[in-house]
């Protein structure tokens, strides 16, 4: 599997090495779209998911396309020499869509009407693009191992080993799949909770505190959105740790849910407790 879209509740992967479009099933996987397969191999990579559409680079034959959940093709743009990366528009309106198009090193916007246009170009070996809320473009560069703001002109993170996934979290940071270490990168734009380790050991009358990331420049206040098992909270301030006073933990383990907002931006966190000893 290379890409994931999501779209009204179903999970869409992108099966590189079947060069298919699946969906994820209750029972299993669902082939959605069969591509024509790339002897080499070197078949889809990124998908993306919009306005009822799946989006589709099929990378070797040059050309992305849009397909509705039946598996029809109802649209397809052509003319790219090896797209791998797309971009849609997350508010769900029809574009501009962004494609990444490795061999020609450079970005394309595809326009409502058909057609598309260069953006930028330079870029060696592409492999997938965003832009963010404020109009950034960023993409990932594999072989210089560097993620990289278009619209600035400069790079965000380097001396990444491969790195091609490029997508947002709810809070618009940066997460970057480095292929050749195996994990997930995240480049913090905005804000990110740090937490104590699992299953933390909590004395009666005792709070937990949380630690919150806050991204280059960005001051916006920040706030516990949603909590459970917690009877009182001392936010957290411009760059200091926020508190949780939990609930006794009758349990092995127990558990608090948390949801962090600053305007339309959430993170998420989990954290396990359980009482002291004695």
């Not at 669902?30 to 080499?40: C, E, H, K, S």
């Not at 998908?47 to 959940?69: C, E, K, M, R």
Request: net charge negative.
């Amino acid at each position: 599997p290379e890409g994931i879209a999501q779209m009204d509740g179903v999970t869409y992967i992108a099966d590189q090495l079947r060069a298919r479009v699946v969906a994820l099933t209750d029972t299993g996987v669902r082939t959605v779209f069969q591509l024509q397969p790339d002897p080499n191999g070197l078949n889809l990579d990124g998908i993306a998911a919009n306005g009822g559409l799946i989006v589709v680079p099929d990378s070797p034959h040059g050309t992305v396309l849009f397909v509705n959940p039946a598996g029809t093709v109802v649209r397809t743009e052509g003319g790219f020499r090896r797209p791998e990366g797309v971009w849609a528009n997350e508010t769900g309106q029809a574009g501009p869509y962004l494609v990444a198009d490795a061999n020609a090193s450079a970005v394309y916007s595809l326009r409502n009407a058909g057609g598309h246009d260069l953006v930028a170009r330079n870029l060696t070996g592409v492999d997938d693009v965003v832009r963010t809320d404020e109009g950034h473009i960023m993409v990932t560069l594999p072989t210089p191992g560097r993620l990289y703001d278009v619209s600035a002109g400069q790079d965000v993170a380097r001396g990444l080993r491969n790195p091609q996934g490029l997508e947002f979290d709810a809070a618009q940071n940066l997460l970057v799949t480095e292929s050749d270490n195996g994990r997930v990168d995240e480049v913090v734009r905005t804000f990110a909770i740090t937490t104590p380790a699992p299953n933390v050991q909590v004395a009666a009358g005792q709070g937990i505190c949380f630690g919150l990331v806050r991204g280059s420049g960005f001051t916006d206040p920040v706030y516990v959105d949603q909590v459970t098992n917690v009877t009182a909270i001392l936010e957290p301030t411009g760059g200091a740790a926020g508190e949780l006073l939990v609930k006794p933990c009758g349990q092995p383990t127990c558990a608090i849910d948390m949801t962090l907002r600053s305007g339309t931006k959430l993170v998420h966190a989990w954290i396990t407790y359980a009482a002291a000893p004695g």
